[in-house]
C-alpha cells in the first residue's frame, strides 16, 4: 500500500495509548507487555525498599504498579483467561 507515493510499513502489532494490540486472524490485546512493565516496575520499588516497612512497600506497589496492570482494562473486551493471567500477577 501506498500513501503519498511512498510505502506504508506493515506491522503486526501497534502500540495505541500504551496498550498493544496484536493483528492475527482476530485483533487482540498483548498481555505480555503489560506484565513486563508491570515486573519491572514491582522489582524497581522491592529493590529500592529493601529496608522499608511491608506496609510502605505494599503502598508502593499499589500505587506505582497496579495502575500499570490495570490501565485501561474495563475498556478491553477481554476473554476470562486473559483476566486470569493478571490476576496471578
Known sequence: MRLNNEDIKW???CKYLG???VSDLTLH???GYVKRKFYV?????????RYAD???KLHLVK???LP????????LDLPSYKFKVHGVC
Open 41 to 49: 516496575a514491582c522489582n524497581a520499588v522491592l529493590a529500592d525498599c
Open 29 to 31: 490485546v498483548d498481555c
Open 19 to 21: 496498550v498493544v494490540f
Open 11 to 13: 506491522v503486526s502489532s
Open 63 to 65: 500505587s506505582y504498579c
Open 68 to 75: 500499570l496492570l490495570t490501565y485501561c482494562i474495563g475498556s
Open 54 to 56: 511491608e506496609f510502605v
